[in-house]
């Protein structure tokens, strides 16, 4: 596709506007003697292949230039104005939205992290809310296309959990349990509720055990409960996971598609993130009915 429109003589605010999009669907544009690429991943590219129809040259210095377009992003309840991160009108600071600014800033597609942040927001716990992404982040546990994110779970040889061999978690099942009887105090390691976690929490509980599987589970942050602080904080204690994958290898990249069955993988955003993960063996009692569930 190729465009060109000279500057209407009485029109002061419009200047020549060349573009040319290839197959892949990459923009270069000409604007006022300069020369402009905007790849699919730009969080502005739909925005900007709209206003290419007008040809308007500020409107579309505006939207390729990401640190001004940030300032004016609204989208459903997010809105930054003047450098602040807003949701559903009150300022909202927190790793996660200093997280998401520092993408868009640098072109990074973040649409992800925004869904993350829609779903995050729908959890009823503030400590929740506090908890989730910086233990994400701390473990480097990926996030999916559609704002949740994947971990991992050991379970028996056939397919069930640990403690009650219950809960079929066999790939495509959605294991949950009533919320209010999952246990909120971070302080209490084994307690009521589903655990999953990064791989050397998996690895202490079961995980190498002869027979034993270890699966991959997908959580959408509203259904996280509190992280305990037991095993250096390495598992999260939710009220509800869906299998999506056997493990084969460890999660190393932070974007997933969304789609339930064989996890693909396909690509990774986080600059600073490291496959790191700590250990600490860890002698863990159970306690009561619905106790760790693994």
């Known amino acids: ?38 790849a699919i991943d730009h969080p502005n590219y739909y925005k900007i292949l709209q206003s290419l129809e007008k040809r308007d040259a500020d409107e579309l210095l505006e939207l390729i230039d990401v640190p001004t377009s940030v300032q004016n992003y609204s989208d459903g309840k997010i809105k930054i104005q003047e450098g602040l991160f807003l949701y559903d009108g009150l300022e909202l600071h927190t790793e996660l939205t200093d997280r998401i600014m520092k993408m868009m800033i ?9 869904n993350f942040l829609n779903n995050l927001m729908d959890n009823p716990s503030g400590r929740a809310v506090q908890e989730a992404y910086t233990f994400l982040e701390n473990r480097s546990l990926p996030i999916t296309e559609d704002g949740c ?22 790939v495509g099942k959605t294991v949950s349990i009533p919320r209010n009887r999952v246990d909120d105090n971070c302080e209490k ?21 002869e027979g034993s599987h270890v699966v991959i589970v997908k959580i959408n942050p509203k259904n996280v409960v509190s992280v305990p602080t037991d095993c250096d904080c390495t598992k999260i204690r ?3 996971y869906e299998v999506v994958d056997v493990y084969e290898g460890e999660l190393e ?9 064989n996890v693909e993988q396909i690509i990774g955003m986080f600059d600073n993130m490291h496959n790191e993960h700590w250990h ?15």
């Open 1 to 38: 596709m190729f465009g060109f429109k000279k500057k209407d003589s009485e029109d002061t605010n419009m200047s020549k506007v060349a573009f040319i999009q290839s197959g892949s669907g990459t923009i270069t544009l000409l604007i006022n003697k300069e020369c402009h690429t905007v």
């Open 106 to 114: 640098a072109g990074h597609p973040f649409k992800y992290m925004v």
């Open 149 to 170: 994110f994947l971990a991992y779970k050991s379970v028996r040889n056939n397919w069930t959990d640990w403690y009650s061999g219950q809960f079929d978690n066999s």
């Open 189 to 209: 390691g084994c307690s009521y509720g589903l655990h999953a976690g990064a791989i050397d929490y998996v690895n202490d509980y079961h995980g190498n055990d």
């Open 238 to 240: 939710v009220c509800e």
């Open 253 to 261: 990249e932070v974007l997933y598609k969304a789609d339930v069955g």
């Open 280 to 294: 600490e063996n860890s002698s863990m009692e159970i306690e009561d009915d619905f106790s760790d569930l693994n």
